[in-house]
């Protein structure tokens, strides 16, 4: 069975300063990754996805992922976080013959001005 | 942008009674999931649904939900007999299909249905 383990339920920065939010995954076989978002009032929002090929991915509002196959990571990282950041962000796994996602508990972050 | 959407968003029922929480996946997608996340809980995968089918369940999704897609556009999860334990925000979501037949790798949101069983 796959997991997500999202160790931080808070990532606090000021607006400027690079974020990272870290994810850990399990799963069976190659790992499909996804980050999430979740704005107040809003459904979960895709952001970025690793599926195969280069290990740093590149998605939406300037925000990119690294693919760790040795320490089964895929942290989420902006180089200069705004204040419209803030929000609840998912990761999520799914095995590559499997179309069921599993997430993680979710991660707070909070950019202060 | 199309987006999926999902009504109510919010519903308040009595233990027992029956709701039926409706969603609108993208259009041109075709396979179709339901998700759920307990207060304080993980989000958690329910049922996939193809060619008006299901092509997968978890343990949750036991005789008292059923799915449907009624017409072209909607796609709905019925509770007969809701608990106490079912109240949560439900998410649909949607794929479009690939080329080989199977759903693409990413799952569309929608905003979600907050369900209080009281």
């Known amino acids: 069975a796959q997991s997500v383990a999202q160790p931080e339920d808070q990532v606090n920065v000021a607006e400027g300063n690079p974020l990272t939010v870290k994810c850990t995954y399990s799963v069976s076989g190659n790992p499909y990754l996804f980050w999430y978002v979740q704005y107040p009032n809003r459904g979960l929002q895709f952001l970025l996805k690793y599926i195969t090929g280069d290990n740093l991915v590149k998605g939406s509002y300037g925000f990119e992922a690294e693919f760790n196959k040795s320490q089964t990571s895929f942290h989420l990282k902006k180089p200069s976080a705004l204040v419209s950041d803030s929000a609840l962000y998912f990761c999520a796994v799914r095995p590559f013959n499997d179309y069921k996602l599993s997430f993680g508990a979710g991660t707070t972050v909070t950019v202060r001005a | 942008e199309p987006e999926v959407t999902q009504t109510p968003s919010h519903q308040v029922t009595q233990m027992g009674q029956e709701v039926i929480l409706r969603c609108v996946p993208i259009?041109?997608?075709?396979?179709f999931y339901w998700y759920r996340q307990i207060l304080g809980q993980k989000v958690e995968f329910l049922v996939s649904?193809?060619?008006?089918?299901?092509?997968?369940k978890s343990e949750i999704f036991d005789d008292q939900f059923s799915v449907e897609r009624p017409d072209g556009s909607n796609f709905t999860l019925k509770i007969r007999s809701t608990k106490l334990e079912d109240s949560a925000m439900y998410f649909c979501?949607?794929?479009?299909?690939?080329?080989?037949?199977?759903?693409?790798?990413?799952?569309?949101f929608g905003p979600g249905t907050r369900l209080t069983v009281l």
């Open positions: 259009s041109n997608h075709l396979y």
């Open positions: 979501a949607s794929s479009p299909i690939e080329l080989a037949g199977g759903p693409t790798d990413t799952q569309y």
């Open positions: 649904f193809y060619n008006n089918e299901i092509s997968e």
